[in-house]
C-alpha cells in the first residue's frame, strides 16, 4: 500500500481491521452494509446492529480500539 498499490485482506478481527485499513467493507450475510472510513464504517449502531455487540472506542497513537463490553439482543 506504500507505493501507491491496493492490498485487499479479509479480517475478522476489528482491532486489527480498524488500525491498519484505510478503508474498510463491512459485510452482513454477504451483503455491503457499509463501506469507507473505519471510524464511520464500525460505529456503535453498526456494531449492535451486526455483531450484536455494545462497547466503546477510543483513540490512541496506534489508532482506532474498539472495546466490546456487553452483548445485546439482535
Given at each position: ?23 474498510l467493507?463491512?459485510l ?22 451486526v ?24
Amino acid at each position: 500500500a506504500r507505493e501507491g498499490k491496493t492490498v485487499v485482506v479479509s479480517l475478522h478481527d476489528l482491532a486489527l481491521a480498524s488500525r491498519y485499513c484505510d478503508r474498510l467493507v463491512l459485510l452482513d450475510r454477504g451483503e455491503v452494509v457499509s463501506d469507507g472510513d473505519p471510524r464511520d464504517v464500525l460505529n456503535a449502531a453498526r456494531m449492535r446492529a451486526v455483531f450484536a455487540v455494545g462497547g466503546h472506542w477510543s483513540e490512541t497513537p496506534q489508532g482506532p480500539v474498539f472495546q466490546p463490553i456487553e452483548m445485546v439482543e439482535k
